[in-house]
């Protein structure tokens, strides 16, 4: 059976990398359905007979065609044909014992909990297509918005307003933060309850199901927050007096598909407190249906799910969410779904891989493919997704990474390009943001995909001139007695329309001076031949479709640099035929005295589930890290000394466990060292009573030892 979904929402970098899953072999588009799986039946049927019930969504044997290609007739016929199916398998279920979670309208399927005897029912039943397990899953910017040109597009008039964006997740948004005010138009609730698991809904009715205003409330459980669905929505559509989201002046939607568990196995396997909010297939299908419904009451741009799980090498055409991702593609609602986080790099979870989903990995600042980020030849699209900043409940916010934060990034680009042009379909929107990407080189498989540049995808999508941008230099800037580089600045129309006597411009930080001579290559037109021809590189310029050219231009560092510093460096090309200027722009590193490298350190004898690096202390030459995951959760901490030697200072001295220590205490969960005595959390301790255990400084140096422990007072 495919094992868990993760959507990830946790508050710290570290619990937005989920657990591994177990493959899956994905139908192609357009195959036939394959018959009901063996191995999942025996699963299903294992569980029916040892918990006397399980959870199963099934797919009817009916036809289907996506509703936005249907005429109004054969609409009805096909959700009438649904209906009939459904009924039929029901009265044929009536001696069984058979409970009934989820009767959809748009998709042929059910979602029941079934006994083992109406399991082998359903198996035999001449309506069934297809049954699958009700899988579980739990939840997987000042910068980011100029870096894909968002604030460009926002300035020709282009900032998603009059389009809203529906937010899919564990819980519902934080309505209330500043960020989000007056943002939310619509909310509604799709929460199971199952004792099996010690699951129960989070709808405020206590129902599992509640449409309207308030539905998608409360923002805090014990232990658990809407804290991802919070920073999604910022990312997607925030709007504040110093920075916003992509699409700053679009209307949210928010879903809570979540449901809270009680069940401490299955939350600390995924790195979650007890208890965790997690969500069911079923639900996630129910939430994407009520979004269809609305789709005649508000503009609807883009549903967002960051969420996923499984690992296919291949797309995933037979999954559950395919055929109402397939309703709202065709009437042109963009399914915007991270790659997830597992560091993949030949596959990527569900329902990314569902084919008319838009499938987004995470790059860096930098441009650069994130580690974590699931990579595959069938990704569509990069967006920045490392360190991003938006909302947190409470009218705070807060840097956080995943491909959580990317796929937002898509929702909000996809709204900027509705406000350009209305009647834009799916199709016509991932060509512009793929056609206008900055081309981006993953160093782990050398696939190249496009992050998103949303100004010159705007161009591109009105049938406009659009010059795409892009400049490198290396990552650290040299050190003394090194003081000259070179900036690499090309230029590509990729558009079909000419771009004439256009202007290439650069201006430089401070710290940096003109070096010449500036060369070009692929094109022609009048290049600077000294400092005082800057901040214009080349004028003159002329363009055809699809044509690139490059700008080689050396520069030298001045010598008063400081230690270390940032220095951002911006080309922009101009023309009376660029409705909008084309930007790139180049962070770079200098350091002078500081370390030249990045350097990783991992815990000598790590182990899968270790969570090494969930908390850090570090004091002049010692470095604490937490792994609350070791040997069951019972926890371990790690100490590290600077020798100042070496490309490599950093060595372990040694680790660090309770002396009575057991499983689930999860010690080294959060860390604090002061002179030279060290404080280690174990939230887990007695039943989640927690303990604090401090350690003394005994033999001077990095080595930590002896520990006495105080317990938190009742409350």
């Known amino acids: 059976m495919k094992q868990l979904w993760f959507i990830i929402f946790s508050l710290i970098l570290a619990l937005w990398l989920p657990v591994s899953t177990q493959a899956q072999s994905p139908d192609e588009a357009g195959s036939p359905p394959a018959p009901p799986n063996e191995a999942d039946y025996a699963a299903l049927l294992g569980t029916a007979t040892s918990q006397g019930q399980v959870r199963v969504i099934v797919q009817l044997k009916t036809a289907f065609q996506p509703e936005g290609s249907l005429t109004a007739a054969s609409l009805a016929d096909q959700r009438a044909g649904i209906a009939r199916s459904q009924i039929g398998l029901l009265n044929r279920l009536a001696g069984y014992q058979v409970n009934v979670l989820r009767q959809y309208q748009y998709t042929p399927g059910l979602a029941l909990t079934v ?57 519902g948004v934080d309505k209330n933060h500043p960020f989000l005010q007056g943002k939310v ?28 205003p308030g539905s998608a409330e409360p923002c805090v459980f ?53 208890p965790c909010l997690i969500y069911f297939d079923s639900d996630v299908v129910a939430a994407l249906e009520y979004i269809y419904s609305l789709r005649n009451n508000f503009n609807i741009a883009a549903v967002n799910m960051s969420s996923g799980g499984g690992r296919y090498f291949s797309t995933c055409n037979n ?21 997830m986080n597992n560091g993949y790099t030949d596959s990527m979870g569900a329902p990314a891989c569902v084919t008319n989903a838009i499938s987004v990995g995470a790059t860096d600042l930098n441009d650069r493919v994130a580690d974590f980020s699931n990579s595959a030849s069938f990704l569509d699209l990069l967006a920045p997704g490392v360190a991003i900043k938006s909302a947190v409940p409470g009218g705070s916010f807060a840097f956080v990474s995943g491909t959580s934060m990317a796929a937002p990034h898509v929702a909000g680009a996809v709204a900027v390009l509705k406000s350009a042009k209305p009647a834009a379909s799916v199709s016509e929107i991932l060509s512009a943001l793929q056609s206008t990407g900055r081309p981006v080189r993953d160093q782990r498989n050398g696939l190249v995909k496009p992050r998103i540049q949303v100004d010159v995808a705007v161009n591109a999508l009105l049938n406009q001139p659009a010059v795409l941008l892009t400049k490198t230099t290396p990552d650290r800037l040299p050190m003394p007695g090194q003081q000259r580089l070179t900036y690499t600045v090309t230029a590509q129309n990729v558009t079909t329309k000419n771009v004439t006597n256009a202007t290439l411009l650069d201006t430089l930080p401070a710290g940096i001076t003109f070096a010449g001579p500036v060369t070009l290559q692929g094109g022609s037109g009048v290049v600077a031949d000294d400092a005082a021809d800057l901040p214009t590189l080349v004028s003159g310029l002329n363009l055809s479709a699809g044509q690139r050219v490059t700008v080689t231009l050396p520069v030298a560092l ?24 084309g ?39 010692t470095l604490v890290v937490g792994a609350p995951g070791r040997q069951s959760a019972a926890g371990a901490v790690y100490i590290f000394a600077r020798s100042q030697a070496g490309a490599n200072p950093w060595s372990q001295v040694k680790r660090i466990t309770a002396t009575d220590g057991a499983a689930a205490d999860q010690f080294g969960y959060s860390l604090a060292l002061s002179g030279d005595t060290l404080a280690v959390g174990a939230w887990g301790k007695n039943s989640s009573t927690g303990a604090v255990y401090l350690f003394g400084r005994n033999q001077g140096g990095a080595n930590i030892g002896a520990s006495s422990k105080n317990y938190p007072p009742p409350v």
Do not use: M
Request: charged share 15%; aromatic share 6%; glycine share 10%.
């Open 115 to 171: 006994d083992a005897a109406g399991l082998g029912a359903l198996n035999q039943a001449p309506e069934v297509e297809r049954i699958l397990p009700d899988e579980i899953g739990y939840a997987a910017l000042d910068n980011s918005t100029s870096l894909i040109g968002a604030n460009y597009a926002w300035q020709a008039g282009y900032s998603g307003a009059g389009w809203t964006i529906a937010i899919v997740d564990s819980s």
């Open 185 to 212: 138009v619509a909310e509604a609730c799709f929460s199971s309850n199952d004792p099996t698991i010690q699951a129960t809904t989070i709808c405020p009715n206590g129902q599992e199901t509640q449409l309207g």
């Open 222 to 274: 014990p232990t658990a927050t809407c804290y991802h669905a919070t920073h999604d929505a910022g990312t997607a559509a925030g709007k504040g007096p110093s920075f916003s989201g992509v699409a700053r002046d679009a209307n949210l939607i928010s879903i809570s598909a979540g449901s809270l568990s009680n069940n401490f196995d299955r939350c600390s396997s995924a790195g979650r407190l007890t």
């Open 319 to 339: 999954h559950i969410t395919r055929p109402i991702i397939d309703s709202l593609y065709s009437v042109g609602i963009v399914s915007t779904v991270s790659a």
């Open 558 to 581: 001045n010598p008063g640099l400081a230690d270390s510093l940032r220095l951002v460096n911006q080309a922009s090309i101009v023309a009376s035929s660029l409705p909008l200027p």
């Open 583 to 621: 930007r790139a722009t180049v962070p770079t590193s200098h350091y002078n005295r500081l370390l030249l490298q990045e350097l990783k350190l991992v815990a000598g004898d790590g182990l899968a589930n270790d969570r090494f690096g969930t908390a850090l202390a570090l004091t002049g030459d």
